[in-house]
T-cell receptor, first 110, second 114 residues
Framework: DAKTTQPTSMDCAEGRAANLPCNHS???????VYWYRQIHSQGPQYIIH???NNETNEMASLIITEDRKSSTLILPHATLRDTAVYYC???????????FGDGTTLTVKP | DVKVTQSSRYLVKRTGEKVFLECVQD?????MFWYRQDPGLGLRLIYF???????EKGDIPEGYSVSREKKERFSLILESASTNQTSMYLC?????????????FGEGSWLTVV
């Protein structure tokens, strides 16, 4: 699996959009981009994933650059409950091994 | 909803004890994983399994073994627990198949070795 690079931490004001970047410059053609988040003391929770096109669901939007070397997770209206560690990973469809990096600690402030 | 259940949420074991961490998933997933998570180190993959009786080493397999006798169950074994294995352990599963496949995580098992 390709490696990912994320900023260690970010702050966001409550009610504003949180934009979390991820670099995955060595991504290969059959690897998807996934985002998970982990709230303290819980297991990671799936947010969204995509291959080439931008994706949106009830939780977030995922913007993938045309060359697929980076992506951005967007939480449109961050709340205090969105404070968590956010992980960006890339993996193949049937890949057994899935490697997580250190993630970005997002702190939403009142 | 997919459910990944880890049998023990909190455990305290003594150095040298044999420890079993059990994980069960109810969605017939082929792939199962064990990670450990330590402050500042993110999630590190210990072992994974892509089928019954099949296993592969992850990034940090030393001091651990695994067992997958049935598709739904994946056990992590610490043959002789040591204090540096104090950590939170996360089990996960995902199906095989075409298209992106989400990884589903359990709630974690906090192990303290004294």
């Amino acid at each position: 699996d390709a490696k990912t690079t994320q900023p260690t931490s970010m702050d966001c004001a409550e009610g504003r959009a949180a934009n979390l970047p991820c670099n995955h410059s060595t991504i290969s053609g059959n690897e998807y981009v996934y985002w998970y988040r982990q709230i303290h003391s819980q297991g990671p929770q799936y947010i969204i994933h995509g291959l080439k096109n931008n994706e949106t669901n009830e939780m977030a939007s995922l913007i993938i650059t045309e060359d697929r070397k980076s992506s951005t997770l967007i939480l449109p209206h961050a709340t205090l409950r969105d404070t968590a560690v956010y992980y960006c990973i890339v993996r193949e469809t049937n890949a057994g091994k899935s490697t997580f990096g250190d993630g970005t600690t997002l702190t939403v402030k009142p | 909803d997919v459910k990944v259940t880890q049998s023990s949420r909190y455990l305290v074991k003594r150095t040298g004890e044999k420890v079993f961490l059990e994980c069960v998933q109810d969605m017939d997933h082929e792939n199962m994983f064990w990670y450990r998570q330590d402050p500042g180190l993110g999630l590190r993959l210990i072992y994974f399994s892509y089928d019954v009786k099949m296993k592969e080493k992850g990034d940090i397999p030393e001091g651990y073994s695994v067992s997958r006798e049935k598709k739904e169950r994946f056990s992590l074994i610490l043959e002789s627990a040591s204090t540096n294995q104090t950590s939170m352990y996360l089990c996960a599963s995902t199906p095989q198949g075409q298209g992106g496949n989400t990884i589903y995580f359990g709630e974690g098992s906090w192990l303290t070795v004294v």
